[in-house]
């Protein structure tokens, strides 16, 4: 397979796994982008390597820096603006899961908190608030867990899921 087979694969790929994090295709493909290239890509050159628009490629960069996964790098001499992308893994991991965790985990656990206090004594009623406080309950255990996760540092993540899966 020749690099840029492999780059257009890679980037593909990536694409189709963004639609799974919660983002769009195209966000995560200039993502990929980004995280194989050298070095740092103007709109305009991501824009002309992915053929999408100026308002998409723009829209989805500006996305990518709010998630903290790309930043702008400044070069002097230049009015362009140019975008480099986090290229450690781990702190891309992280940030995918703060990420989730806010759009997610946190406004279900806020839902949870509000229908806790459902009133009645029927079966169902007691039905309802038991499901609640166990669907609570595993949340919560989840939301401190990826607390953790992403306050550690990789090599405490590594041991420990080398420890889980033995």
């Not at 200039?30 to 992915?50: R, Y």
């Not at 960069?61 to 930043?71: E, K, Q, S, T």
């Not at 480099?84 to 908190?113: G, N």
């Amino acid at each position: 397979m020749q690099l840029d087979e492999g780059k257009e694969r890679f980037i593909q790929s990536w694409g189709a796994l963004g639609s799974n994090w919660g983002v769009s295709r195209t966000m995560a493909q200039i993502h990929a982008l980004l995280l194989l290239s050298p070095k740092a890509l103007s709109a305009d050159e991501v824009m002309e390597a992915l053929s999408v628009s100026r308002g998409n490629a723009n829209m989805n960069i500006r996305a990518l820096i709010d998630w903290g996964l790309v930043y702008k790098e400044l070069k002097s001499g230049e009015r362009k603006e140019y975008f480099v992308a986090e290229k450690d893994i781990w702190e891309v991991v992280k940030k995918i899961i703060t990420q989730r965790k806010k759009k997610e985990l946190e406004p279900m656990l806020r839902v949870l908190d509000e229908v806790s206090g459902v009133e009645g004594n029927s079966e169902d009623a007691e039905e309802f608030r038991k499901m609640v406080r166990e669907i609570k309950l595993f949340s919560n255990k989840a939301d401190s867990t990826l607390d953790r996760l992403v306050k550690a540092d990789s090599n405490w993540f590594v041991g420990t899921f080398l420890k889980l899966i033995k």
